[in-house]
């Protein structure tokens, strides 16, 4: 017979591997619509001054990590992140100057109740989009994969969002209010996460100190630290 502490486990691990799953088919849909404006990769024409792991995990840092956490650069150094992880674990590198400008894998979106059919892809899979009623009037929430968590995303000082190629080190200047990596995974893992990359690279242009997190871990930070 179980006892308690084996029946919280199991129950652990269940939620786990549902909310996986929710992640890998809400992606593909939103991956699908946006992979155009993104080229999966690895930042290519780049001469790290520092490289940093994402994810992995030994016997001297966590799994889900970046390793080292904190790096001291000066202006005009590149930084590259390297997703490591040998599962199919997600992970972004996401600077968030603007604490308005933070975000989450999956939003609700407003929708008319006149939605055209929506059929999972690839057809047959095991997928159903989140559509609940709405009580702002008669339309319906649709819970959809965010485009600005799961793709490489930047937010200028104005608030403008634009997509940027992963596979090109971004030049910061630090007065962006939001820059993101997008989903970085290893080699081949890619193949879950349309539109992902292994690497994303910074050139850091200005000094001060630059903290970021991974959207689907929040408790995994990074620091940068630019003299």
Partial sequence: MYNKTAILTLILVSVAAVSTTSILVSYKAQ????????????????????????GGGNATYPFLGYNPQKVQ?????TIVWNAVSPIAEPHTVS????????????????????????TAVPPGSNGQPTVMPSH????????????RANLPTIIDKTGSPRMINATTPYHMDGTEKYVNSGILVEKPQEQ??????????????????????C???????????VK
Avoid: C, R
């Avoid at 619509?33 to 490289?51: L, Q, R, W």
């Avoid at 650069?73 to 150094?77: P, Q, S, V």
């Avoid at 702002?136 to 485009?147: C, D, K, L, R, S």
């Fill in 31 to 54: 991956a699908a619509v946006t992979s155009s404006s993104t080229t999966t990769g690895t930042a290519t024409g780049t001469k790290p001054n520092a490289e940093i792991k994402v």
């Fill in 192 to 213: 879950f996460f349309p539109g992902s990359s292994n690497s994303f690279a910074i050139t850091f242009e200005k000094a001060g100190t630059y903290d970021y997190t």
């Fill in 215 to 225: 959207i689907f871990h929040p408790w995994m930070t990074g620091q940068v630290v």
């Fill in 73 to 77: 650069a000066k202006t005009g150094d």
């Fill in 95 to 118: 600077f968030v100057l603007d604490n308005k400008t933070m975000t989450a894998p999956d939003v609700p979106f407003a929708a008319s109740t006149s939605l055209p059919q929506l």
């Fill in 136 to 147: 702002q009037g008669n339309g319906v929430i649709i819970v959809g994969a965010n485009a």
